[in-house]
DNA sequence: AATTAAAATGTAACCGTTTACAATATGCTA
DNA sequence: TAGCATATTGTAAACGGTTACATTTTAATT
């Protein structure tokens, strides 16, 4: 059927061995030998059957990055990061979805398994610490976007508390004393962690943490305008929102706008992300910005490392994040 | 070092033939065999190699879908289309990005080569007409979103001549004239149709094309801004543009009321892709809608029919796109 | 020219599966 | 119980590369 290394060899009346040292630039191999098999690999069209040299050499030099949807285009930077990671260690990187479906995330973990490829690299999982930890132990899995509690797994993130606390402090210092959160009811650790970083702010300040100023909903668009209409609709009514998400973010800013409220004036709005809509959405978003390229490139350097050796990093990794102030906290 | 087929066959006390049959659910197997297969396979922790397995068989079952970033968030309903029809026929979809970079869309091309892969799709490709055409020959290459004039190869797409005609006469029949459109530097496929459909569409009116109409940018948003500014800047502004991209139509929309247009009544937008930005963005966007998740179904069901049989299937199909009408058009 | 080191090449085993084919075991019929 | 069909199992040859090792060729040294 289809041209193999054994007709290049006939072709080009050399052995086999000769023809792969040939395309694998080995030393040793004459000049005429090398013209001959490159000559016949044109002439044949011939390019060689990796899943013969995966095989072989048991590397597949692929990594999979598995993430919930492309929707979040966040993911977008995260995955240039790992390429320029990948590519300058030889690798490539593969993309698949999930549709955050959990039971999917783990039929994409089979092609670990399967040694499809030698490293996957989720990208805010849904399957639990427990299992991602279990699996970790003897497969080439880290974690990247997201931390899971107890789970000894290679992770690189930020530390959302500070994040969120660096958010809400800022606020306070602006003078603001009626802070609300808009987050997830959906309890992710990142979630879990902005939240913390929000309370604690608010306690150093000495500021008593309001139930009703916390409101629940999911990353999304519909989550800002609703969350935003419930909290100013309050008797007391907070002057500033820290929103789980700039989708969420601008929801509620449609929202205050709806309401006929001056961003940025009669009410702040600070997001988390720095989504390319957050500059271009009027009034301009101020929103917490992680360092989505670095945290690819590190974590793919990280896990190629893994790949190598046998020793294996499991360990957490904070990068910095900072805060990016625009029009809608009045700057 | 991993453990193997081998390994399974001796804890379980069987040949590897056997195994193979168990794992492969294939008929004439004992029920003790069965058991036995299965309690060795728990014990061990094996799953199986597929690198083993792709190269006898010379199937992966995986298709590489090929797009040019994650920016684009209409890839996300295309790519869920794809995965729809694959896992319908037992196939998993890989996605990797070139960046716009015609020499990485051929690198990541070079996984079908080399048989990482059954078949690929190119959403909105960048190499040329010829050199698909040539590679489409002898590969399971398959073409989305865009079409390529005079290229042999399987191609699932939209009309966009109809497409751009549908629109603009639809602005015609609103009683406008002065009708603009902002369209793309880059000779893509589908700007050129689109662009001839606008052209179409005024000729079919009796309506003179004005050059000073047609504002050349990108698919991004600062074209939209810069180019409604410079259209409205003329002597004799248009009162309605139609936009290469919703991105750009918001683009527009930010810089029309920026000069205090009022969007739908002082001048009308229309865009193209239907982004879930389209109805976020206040006023709502009228734009044309492709449907992405039904070509993405479509381009996998063709090119697993193509991988599936000897003979190739290299036609043009182009699905029914739809106006989506909303404020910015006054509706 | 003989000796020897170095360079170039070839042979064949191996990677982990699947599967054609052969061999054995089982059940049924007479 | 022999004879035969059928069900179950095993053996070994692929699949297409890489590479250790053996062998041949070439170049260098005396």
Redo the contacts with the bound molecule.
């Keep these: 059927?289809?041209?193999?290394?054994?007709d290049?060899?006939r072709a080009a009346?050399?052995?086999?061995?000769?023809?792969?040292?040939v395309?694998?630039k080995?030393?040793?191999?004459?000049?005429?030998?090398?013209r001959a098999v490159e000559a016949a690999v044109d002439e044949l069209g011939?390019?060689?059957?990796?899943?013969?040299?995966d095989?072989?050499?048991?590397e597949t030099k692929r990594i999979l990055a598995i993430i919930a949807s492309m929707r979040h285009s966040f993911y977008s930077d995260v995955l240039i990061g790992m390429e320029q990671a990948a590519i300058a260690e030889g690798y490539d990187v593969l993309v698949a979805t999930t549709h955050d479906d959990p039971a999917h995330e783990m039929r994409l973990l089979g092609m670990l398994f399967s040694?499809s490829v030698d490293g996957a690299v989720l990208l805010a999982p849904k399957l639990d610490a427990k299992t991602i930890s279990g699996l970790a132990e003897n497969h080439n899995i880290a974690i990247c976007l997201e931390r899971l509690e107890n789970c000894k797994a290679l992770t690189v993130t930020i530390d959302n508390v500070r994040a969120g606390k660096d958010a809400v402090s800022y606020l306070l210092g602006k003078g603001h004393k009626k802070i609300a959160m808009i987050s997830t009811e959906i309890r992710t650790q990142s979630s879990i962690d902005r939240e913390e970083g929000y309370r604690r702010a608010l306690k150093e300040n000495g500021i008593q943490f309001n139930e009703q100023y916390l409101y629940y909903g999911d990353y999304d668009n519909e989550s800002g305008v609703s969350g935003c209409a419930a909290l100013l609709g309050l008797k007391n009514p907070p002057t500033a929102i820290f929103c789980i998400s700039d989708m969420v973010a601008i929801g509620a800013m449609n929202a205050a706008i709806k309401l006929r409220r001056k961003i940025g004036k009669d009410i702040m709005i600070f997001g988390f992300d720095n989504i390319s809509f957050s500059r271009i959405f009027s009034p301009h978003l101020s929103t917490v910005e992680q360092p989505c390229i670095l945290q690819g490139r590190i974590v793919v350097e990280k896990l190629i490392r893994n790949i190598k050796s046998d020793a294996r990093d499991n360990k957490l990794y904070m990068l910095p994040h900072s805060l990016i102030l625009r029009e809608s906290t009045g700057d």
Tied chains: 1, 2.
């Design positions: 059927m289809s041209v193999t290394i054994k290049v060899a009346d050399v052995s086999v061995a000769t023809v792969s040292r395309l694998n080995k030393p040793n191999v004459s000049p005429d030998a090398v011939y390019s060689p059957n990796f899943l013969g040299r095989l072989r050499k048991s040694r």
